[in-house]
């Protein structure tokens, strides 16, 4: 008895182990079906420590991806122990909804809605990335995983913290300032034939000569040029010592009749008015620029200092005391005026006429005017 009895059991186990067998086999016959496909995660910025990253998850949904099913991104302990955070979720697809960082803040949960096979799904959301671990030029690497309720496997990408690279670069500032000397003959100042030159001047010397009442006026230019690297260009600006004077202490009064015109009122010039009782009439001296970009603030000149546009003839303005008055100026960088002569811009001229009445006391006038070049870096 007891031997059929234990052969009976054996049967029935047997029995009972194949029964068990065959719903199991019927599983491996038929493999679950992914949820997820093609899983990649972009960032905004790489550095470490950097905030306000937008990190973008993206995937397409399998076949196995249903309504209703909730989606977890879930970041490793080591980007949470260096400082790094999830901070704030930005937007997601459609076909997500009620995306959010639950507490421990380790991880991102959308719920799916109306998805469906080969869908885009996406979610955008804000991360403070994580203090760098490796040594210089050897990334942090973190692998963000990506599960669904109804996935069998885990998906996976990888985002890398690495230093930016710094480029650095060292360009040493430039000027050069040069005055050259303008024959006479060589140009009319303005385009104004009136203004042509008829005294030749050097670089370091201006001289007229022998003023004579019934020749003048007697004008004279330099070439200004200018080469600089700064960015917000130069001034050039140029004032005088003194008026004209003698060694009798007589003076030749600035342009015009000793009223000092300023370069917002420049006007054409005027030859003194010699009136017997006023010493300030009896002759004057002046300047202009032809760079047309001078003002007060060295801004495009809209109101015409220096050339009457109407009448086409030059503009002309007086010295007051030694007070600097711009003669050339730019907003930027310059090039070589050697190599690309730009009028107005690299190089320009300014002219300086000087006219006496036959009342203006005979001696030896001189006077020493002295330029500056200011660029702006």
Known sequence: MKKIFKTGMAFMLVASLALALIPLLGIAD?????SVLDFT???SDSAPEADGVEYYASWVSGEGMEDGQNVYLTFPDE?????????????????????????????????????EENDEVWVEFEVTNPQKDADAGTADTYMIELATDGDTEVHTAQVAIIEPVVVTANIDATLNFEVLGVDAGEIDLHGDEESTVNT??????????????????????QRLQVKT?????????????????SAAGDIISPFNNGSVVSPSNSVIWEGPDGILD??????????????LHVS??????EEGYFFDETETLAKWAGFDEDNERTVMCYNGPVPDPGENDIENVNYTYVGYQVEVSQLQPAGYYNNTLTYIATPTF
């Open 30 to 34: 038929n493999e679950p079906t992914e």
């Open 41 to 43: 995660i972009t960032i």
């Open 79 to 115: 980007f949470f122990t260096r400082d790094g955070s999830l901070d704030t979720i930005i937007d997601d697809s459609d076909n997500l909804t009620g995306c959010t960082i639950p507490a421990p803040e380790d991880s991102v949960r959308c719920d799916a809605d109306g998805i």
């Open 200 to 221: 030749t001047s050097l670089p370091d010397l201006i001289d007229f000569g022998e003023i004579n009442p019934d020749d003048g006026p007697y004008i004279a230019a």
């Open 229 to 245: 690297n700064a960015t917000e260009g130069y001034t050039v600006t140029v004032f005088q010592d003194g008026d004209l004077e």
């Open 278 to 291: 006023n010493e300030e009439t009896w002759g004057h001296f002046g300047y202009t620029t032809q760079d």
């Open 296 to 301: 007060e603030s060295c801004l495009e000149n």
